[in-house]
């Protein structure tokens, strides 16, 4: 099983794709259970859901991942799980860790060594952890270079396109706009893309735009979004095995690469700013 809560689907998508590679040749098919953390029956949908289908077990993406409650129901019906998080949440066996900051670090690195000073940062939705480790990794990778970035330069998204456009439209209305933008994620980048070809900004000349996630629409794009590559597919495999190395007789914790470290892509849509 897959139970998520991720409002990019292209994240979803990908993510699942991963699970199947990772499931391909055991003889497990992959049921997806989509759902919403902020509605009531939340927790009861997911426990009846675990119930009917009487799962091998189940991947957890972000940000179902992070909720403690969603473990205890799995450990109550004796379903093993596998969370993929950007900090560490569990016992190794039962993790996938991202590693968000680190590759938050490494975009604020790029844009303060173009000479950025005016940056800001669109987050995703506070309850994803994710969020909160991106934001962490970018104000100290920023930090590593003597630049402060300024809370009045920082929005919160929904890691949606319509987010990133609206928040990037409150940025560059701004009497100093800033020079360059972090968004949260790709979908929000793109929308801060849009924002800018709006009102008649060249992107990098006049903005530079970095995203997170590198998903495939990134470089179709025009220019090409420099961004953050989180092999999202290579995680979906590697949780998957995890559980499938329970059937094999084989400890989950053991397995090779247990994290994943973020990188940089650089692309076409950062550069130094004018003047």
Not at 49 to 73: H, M
Not at 185 to 210: F, Q, T, W, Y
């Amino acid at each position: 099983g897959m139970i998520y809560d991720n409002p990019s689907p292209n994240y979803v998508v990908n993510m699942q794709q991963g699970v199947l590679d990772g499931v391909r040749g055991s003889g497990l098919e992959l049921v997806v259970h989509p759902c919403n953390r902020g509605a009531d029956s939340f927790l009861a949908d997911v426990q009846g859901f675990v119930v009917r289908q009487k799962l091998f077990g189940v991947v957890l993406p972000p940000s179902v991942s992070e909720d403690d409650r969603v473990i205890a129901i799995l450990k109550a019906a004796d379903c093993p799980y596998v969370r993929i998080a950007s900090v560490s949440l569990d016992e190794p066996a039962n993790m996938v860790v991202t590693n968000d900051s680190r590759g938050a670090a490494e975009a604020a690195r790029h844009l303060a060594e173009q000479g950025h000073r005016r940056v800001a940062f669109i987050s995703g939705p506070t309850t994803f952890r994710s969020s909160h480790e991106r934001g962490r990794g970018f104000r100290e990778g920023l930090a590593e270079h003597g630049v402060t970035l300024d809370e009045a330069y920082v929005r919160q998204g929904a890691y949606t396109f319509e987010s990133g456009v609206e928040a990037a439209e409150s940025l560059l209305a701004m009497p100093s706009p800033p020079t360059a933008i972090f968004a949260g994620n790709d979908e929000m980048a793109i929308g801060v893309m849009k924002a800018a070809r709006d009102k008649g900004l060249d992107v990098p000349g006049d903005l530079s735009i970095v995203g997170f996630d590198d998903l495939p629409m990134a470089s179709r794009v025009w220019p090409n979004l420099t961004t953050v590559r989180l092999p999202i597919r290579d995680m979906g495999r590697m949780a998957a095995e995890k559980l499938t190395a329970r059937s094999r007789g084989l400890d989950p914790a053991t397995l090779s690469q247990p994290e994943v470290i973020p990188s940089l892509v650089v692309r076409q849509s950062t550069a130094g700013p004018r003047g």
